[in-house]
């Protein structure tokens, strides 16, 4: 069976500073301190690097969901959250995240093995899995954190990353992630 894979969208899947770069002066001046309330903010989000090819690649060997917490203060979030899935991860039901999107603002009470999270939203700290902290020096690029979780599973998805892996063997600081 699978392993269930979390992974969030906001500074993990989403590069929230293309949106906020796009806003315009007036909405950046009347939001300042909450832009995640900014109406359609979301929606001109971009992808992280890499983000898109690796979620292809470990929803083949994952049971892979998307978890995300969405702004209590912002409807348009929610629409434009599952917008921003289906235009970038297919909204069909042969698509890596068909009617995978989760979200919530209780991390912790989804059940898993692992969670890909930069570790801003309530719950994460408490999720009973594995928390796979995004955005930090061990993790900083999804390269990185395919890699790892591909391991995890005793499979690798290609020769050319085996091979990477086989001759750099203090990639993740051994000991440190050794489990
Ligand atoms: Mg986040």
Not at 56 to 69: G, R, V
Not at 142 to 158: A, D, K
């Amino acid at each position: 069976m699978k392993k269930i894979l979390y992974i969030d969208l906001d500074n993990t899947l989403v590069n929230v500073q293309s949106g906020i770069d796009r806003l315009t002066n007036a909405e950046y001046r009347r939001y300042e301190k909450r832009l995640d309330e900014v109406p359609g903010i979301f929606a001109r989000m971009e992808p992280i690097s890499g983000a898109i090819d690796a979620f292809h690649t470990l929803a083949q060997s994952f049971d892979t969901y998307i978890l995300s917490l969405a702004p209590w203060d912002n409807a348009s979030a929610w629409q434009h959250k599952l917008e921003w899935v289906q235009e970038h991860l297919g909204a069909d039901a042969g698509g890596p995240a068909y009617k995978r999107l989760i979200l919530s603002h209780h991390k912790h009470l989804n059940r898993g093995d692992f969670l890909v999270d930069d570790g801003s939203a309530i719950g994460t700290d408490r999720f009973e899995g594995e928390l796979i902290k995004f955005l930090t020096p061990l993790f900083p690029d999804w390269n990185t954190v395919s890699r790892y979780l591909l391991e995890r599973t005793g499979t690798t998805p290609c020769p050319e990353l085996a091979t990477r892996s086989l001759h750099r063997p203090a990639l993740y600081g051994g000991a440190v992630l050794a489990n």
